[in-house]
């Protein structure tokens, strides 16, 4: 099994910033992407960034030059950078990690974590 603690989301003012964090715990052998979704009242859940194992990043073209994705593989964790805020990035923010193996099966698994809010007031 594999547990995903998320941190950081808030109340924050147009301009400003906000740090996401999400740490995975559990009996995990790699895990291939790590990456933030996000999902605004009435909207799908959407992209908002991803890092693959061996560093490659992909960013929604709405964040990009404002957000900063970033993971530690030894510590399985992924964290989100979010700066020039927004208030249109408001939304509930969902860690992801997909095609995850763990040590007791050969299999792949996607996870979510709980979602964190994000408020930028305007």
């Known amino acids: 099994q594999v547990q995903l603690v998320e941190s950081g989301g808030g109340l924050v003012q147009a301009g400003g910033s906000l740090r996401l964090s999400c740490a995975a715990s559990g009996s995990i052998f790699s895990i291939e992407s790590m990456g933030w979704y996000r999902q605004a009242p009435g909207k799908q859940r959407e992209l908002v960034a991803a890092v693959t194992s061996s560093g490659s990043t992909n960013y929604a073209d709405s964040v990009k030059g404002r957000f900063t994705i970033s993971r530690d593989n030894v510590k399985n964790t992924v964290s989100l950078q979010m700066n020039s805020l927004k208030p249109e990035d408001t939304a509930v923010y969902y860690c992801?990690?997909?095609?995850?193996?763990?040590?007791?099966?050969?299999?792949?698994?996607?996870?979510w974590g709980q979602g964190t809010q994000v408020t930028v007031s305007s």
């Open positions: 992801n990690l997909d095609r995850v193996v763990l040590t007791t099966t050969p299999f792949e698994y996607d996870y």
